[in-house]
């Protein structure tokens, strides 16, 4: 066999371990989460943990985002002579199109590395192996 497939095929082959394990853990989740009886509390405090986290950067992300589409879409309206539908164009323009899109990056974002920091602190204080010892699935 070649040597240079015999280093790369290491790295391909955790890759793909990796994205395998990914895969399960997302099918235990979907599998486990209408089971009976639903932690609506925890469901809730971790519902506010991501709003908390998201709030602030997109509301950040938000302002210069739609200062970008008010300028592109005036200069547009300004050439066809309706000054005075600016600030609606701009409006819906950000709200159907721009919002939805900076909202998931944000959530992605934010949400998601703030969610894998907290579980990998909890990991490093050994609360993930104290849940198992005690019974309760980390999932």
Avoid: Y
């Avoid at 990796?18 to 399960?24: L, T």
């Amino acid at each position: 066999m070649n040597p240079t497939l015999t280093r790369l095929r290491t790295p391909v082959e955790s890759g793909l371990a990796q994205a395998g394990n990914i895969f399960g853990l997302f099918l235990d989740v979907l599998r486990k989460t209408f089971r009976r009886p639903f932690q609506w509390r925890e469901f809730i405090e971790q519902s506010w943990f991501i709003a908390s986290v998201s709030i602030l950067p997109a509301a950040l992300v938000a302002i210069p985002f739609g200062a970008v589409v008010a300028l592109q879409t005036g200069s547009l309206i300004k050439q066809l002579g309706a000054e005075n539908f600016t600030g609606a164009t701009s409006v819906l323009a950000t709200v159907q199109q721009a919002a939805p899109v900076v909202t998931a990056l944000i959530i992605a974002g934010a949400a998601g590395s703030a969610v894998a920091a907290d579980l990998g602190s909890r990991t490093i204080r050994e609360e993930i192996d104290a849940m198992e010892v005690l019974g309760i699935d980390p999932i």
